[in-house]
């Protein structure tokens, strides 16, 4: 039995539809995109490096599930220095939603400081 190829139309050519076996699509959320952006346009000898071992998106994918563990930890740690807690957020919730936003942000920042700008 004969492998089948088949074309795609792009444009006014048709190119081959080819993948690569073994490979699964990762999804990229926001860190992982956002490092994709900034390695494509601010380390292109990493970024062809990586293209070229078919490796930018198990990278950034792998970028993505750091960056979702530290601001689980980060947060929880924040949360629990600020003494923002559940008897605040009934006392004061405009308070409560302050803070949390301001520790979200903070822990955004670092994480783009740490992870995905180096």
């Known amino acids: 039995m004969k492998n089948e190829i088949t074309y795609i139309k792009v444009g006014d050519y048709y190119i081959p ?4 076996p073994g490979k699964r699509e990762l999804f990229l959320g926001h860190y992982g995109t956002c490092r994709l952006i900034y390695i494509m346009k601010h380390k292109k000898p990493l970024y062809s490096a990586l293209k070229m071992n078919l490796q930018v998106g198990e990278h ?5 599930k750091q960056a979702r563990r ?3 930890v980060l947060i929880k740690h924040m949360i629990k220095s600020q003494n923002v807690t559940e008897e605040l957020k009934q006392k004061n919730q405009m308070e409560w939603v302050g803070k949390m936003n301001n520790i979200k942000n903070s822990v ?8 995905i700008y180096v």
Request: hydrophobic share 45%.
């Open 17 to 20: 539809d080819v993948t690569i």
């Open 60 to 64: 950034c994918f792998d970028v993505e």
């Open 70 to 72: 530290m601001e689980k």
């Open 108 to 115: 955004h920042e670092i994480i783009l400081r740490d992870l």
